[in-house]
């Protein structure tokens, strides 16, 4: 039929009208989306655990109306324990079912996950309102998890095309108020000035006028004065009171120039809750709108299988419009190492097989790692109440990095911690084509598939995190919280739990010592000295000296130093006495019965309580001679041997419940190290030779 016509009356039922009639008429004026009014309108929320709340709001399908008219809870399906997931949350349009309803659609796991496809069939329809990403491990769906697509007029959109009344009438009276005001203020005004020249004598009127321009002249760019204009007739922003919005300009880019169509651009700034994900255009440009003097992290998602992701930082200022390019990489960039477990011999892989490892003698050599994206982001820094106050000169940390001086030893400007930029990893075993079994590790910039972790980089909440943090000394404790700041003596004497306690009184996010971030740095001292042996390559630390010594002795040592002495120390990635000077207790690692009891995040316990099962510890000997490598445990004892082994240093362990510390003591000797550990305590154990550390990642 090339014709049709609606709606008239029916005379004896012969005017009968579906309701798909209905909906073409009304799709014919009123666009698909969910209605702006009010703004938070099918905004998904947190609610609690692992449901997000829709509130209130109304949405236009197709001609078909949806009206939620409660607060509904919907529930997000159980995080798996390895790998991360992506979520829609969707309005449906069923014509199968004639309905509309909210659903949860489920995405596939995947280290690099991309969300599902949003469905737009004959049949069915969806309104893409949010976009949950749920990390590995996941138990709380945190608003930072929750990306608000319904302003994408991709996948969402806003109704348009709907006419709206305006009442003209109080719009009139409002205008007819403000005119009667204005008149009455400024009449009052004029007439005054007009008296007080009336006032003046002829002759002195024109001296008075010249006074009143110099005082407006004078008051150009001050306090309550007027706006100069700079050199293109523009007020200068810092005379504007204005909460700049800048420009964010990304351009997606591929090495090879191939297609990137498809790719989707993260924005996240965890301290502002901020998530947003577009889509590029045509022309591989996507454009957001982001607050200013505020960092915030960019990473490509669903760009095209033939490549390799990337990222990028950048900080908004002065409400400008910036434009970053990220491209995306055919090659992997990938480096590693791994330790024949017959021999100990260590092997680089990867793209590092023809590099120089690190050295220490009388000054550090770098190696090839000098300019390596593996440690050249490493930072001092001030933290405080999760915030970065300032970075510090790494060369002498009594200085910022601008020259002028740094509060390192009261605790006004936050406590003193190493900042490390996000880097995944894999542990591994494998057995080669000659049946020799190699323990590795390897670091990427990007996951490369769903064996990859960045376990160090979890926050409570189970999601990677952008940077995590380590103290820089030792713990010390006053008025039950635990600081790390310079020139203070080891805190000791204290249990386990109560370190914990004092540790996160720091504020969300911080711990004491973690173990998924000591074997994370345990693996990057093999991969930068090709050893195990830490003691030679680096330094013996605090491990044959009467007591331990306190913090800061060590702050113009740069980030990595060491000696022979025994006496004076050791500095890796910026950390005093990572091994050495005092034990300290760390959480993450149980040993009960002879079986590992890890956990990867916070929050931890003395009892194990919620930790996953790993492997069976060796019950005999005192030395690592070969380590389990996985991305759960990290490298712990797998077999020992009574003796100075293949890992060089002490790892003790006993029947019964046992809590964990590390590093060694000042009177240690050979038996401290980086892969030091004592899992033989309760944890009611005090000791003067056990201390503790700071830790902290982004809630």
Known sequence: MAESSSFFNSVSGDRVYAADRFAQYFASFIGNGVFPNPSTGLQATTNSAMTIKLPTGKAWINGYFYYNSSDLALTIDTADGVLHRKDNVVIRWDLTNRSITAVVVKGTPGS???????????????????????????????????????????VCGIVTQTVTTISTTTLYNQIQADLTTFK?????????????????????????????????????????????????GHVPKEQLNLNFVGHLIVHVASSDSGSVDGTK?????????????????????????????????????????????????????????????????????????????????????????????????????YGSFANSWLVKNIKPCLLKNGVVQY??????????????????????????????????????????????????????????????????????????????????????????ILYSLSGKAPS???????????????????????????????????????????????GKGVTSAPAAINSGTMNDKGLFWGDQTGTNGVKFCGIENFWGNIDEFCDGLILLSYVYQYKIYGSYNDTASGYLTGSTAPSTGSYAKVMYSNNGEGLVSKTNDTSLSYYYDGFYLSSGTNICYTGGHWGSGANAGIFYAGLLNAASCVSASIGASLSFTPV
């Open 265 to 365: 651009v993260r924005i996240r700034n965890e301290q502002l809750g901020s998530n947003y994900v577009q889509t590029i255009d045509a022309l591989g440009n996507t454009t957001f709108s982001l607050l200013d003097n505020h960092t915030y992290y960019v990473v490509l998602l669903d760009y095209p299988s033939s490549y390799y992701g990337a990222a990028a930082t950048v900080t908004i200022t002065g409400g400008e419009t910036q434009t970053i390019t990220i491209t995306l990489s055919t090659v992997p960039d990938i480096i590693g190492w791994k330790m024949r477990q017959d021999t100990g011999v260590i092997e680089y892989t990867d793209g590092a097989v023809s590099w120089l490892p690190a050295s220490m003698s009388t000054t550090f050599d």
């Open 184 to 232: 009455s203020v400024n009449e009052a005004d004029f007439a005054a000035w007009l008296q007080t020249m009336k006032d003046i004598p002829p002759e002195d009127a024109a001296a008075y006028l010249q006074g009143q321009i110099n005082a407006i002249n004078d008051s150009k760019g001050t306090a309550n004065g007027i706006a100069t204009l700079d050199a293109d």
């Open 112 to 154: 690099s996950p991309s969300a599902p496809a949003v469905v737009r069939t004959a049949e069915q329809y969806d309104l893409k309102v949010a976009e949950v990403y749920i990390a590995a491990g996941t138990t709380t769906i945190t608003q930072g998890m929750i990306a608000d697509t319904r302003l994408d007029n991709t």
């Open 391 to 480: 970075y510090l000169n790494p060369n002498d940390y009594t200085k910022k990095v601008d020259g002028t001086d740094a509060n390192i030893t009261t605790g006004t400007d936050g406590n003193v911690m190493i900042e490390f930029p996000l880097i995944y990893y894999k542990f591994y075993e494998e057995t080669d084509i000659n049946n020799v079994v190699w323990t590795g590790c390897k670091f990427s910039l990007i996951p490369q598939d769903d064996t990859w972790c960045a376990n160090a980089f979890l926050n409570i909440n189970g999601v990677i995190q952008n940077t995590m943090y380590r103290a820089a000394y030792n713990g010390y404790v006053n008025n039950n």
């Open 492 to 538: 000791n004497n204290i249990t386990i739990g109560d370190f914990r306690t004092y540790a996160t009184a720091n504020g969300s996010g911080y711990q004491q010592q973690e173990w998924s971030k000591r074997v994370f740095l345990q693996s990057l001292f093999v991969m930068m000295f090709k050893s195990t042996d830490s003691q030679i390559a680096l």
